[in-house]
């Protein structure tokens, strides 16, 4: 059992050692870094100024360069980056629109009249309110009476003085 052991030890160790020293092994001369840096240990009892004279009869020390060739950091993507368009158009400067003041809609509905021998009085309702109404009277300081006939009433909207009319019945 020892021995299966061993023997298992050893080709681990040698398939760790193959893996190691392997690519280094059948690396071709066009792989080779062109970034080697030659350095020569100094000759022992040599003075520093005498060194390169030493140096000339022993073979050089290849010490490979193992700095980063780029950025290890770098974000990389399939992805084609992308292409931003620029923009080529003027600004148009707008003139603002000034409206011409218009006349409301008639925001009154006829509910009914009454008709004294002397006075005609008319019902008219906006919203939850209702106003009895003679010729000549002013509602809201906005809209005045100008007439009442058996078919009609006359409003005239005082901020513009524009006429409108209101149906008030039929004349059968």
Do not use: C
Not at 43 to 70: F, N, R
Not at 145 to 172: C, W
């Amino acid at each position: 059992m020892k021995s299966k052991r061993a023997a298992g030890w050893v080709a681990f160790f040698g398939v760790a050692a193959a893996l190691t020293w392997g690519p280094d092994y059948f690396k071709s001369a066009d792989d080779a870094d062109t970034s080697v840096v030659v350095a020569a240990a100094p000759a022992k009892g040599l003075a520093p100024t005498a060194q390169p004279a030493a140096l000339a009869g022993k073979t050089p020390v290849v010490i490979k360069d193992l700095s980063p060739a780029g950025d290890l950091f770098a974000a990389r993507s399939w992805k084609a980056a992308p292409v931003l368009a620029s923009v080529t158009e003027q600004p148009v400067n707008r003139i603002a629109v000034v409206q011409a003041p218009s006349v409301p809609p008639m925001p009154f509905q006829f509910v009914g009249k009454l008709d004294d021998r002397s006075d005609l009085q008319v019902f008219l309702q906006n919203g939850e309110k209702i106003y009895v109404v003679r010729k000549g009277d002013v509602i809201d300081d906005t809209w005045r009476i100008e007439g009442i006939s058996d078919a009609e009433l006359r409003f005239v909207y005082l901020p513009l003085h524009v006429s409108q009319t209101l149906s008030v019945g039929s004349t059968q």
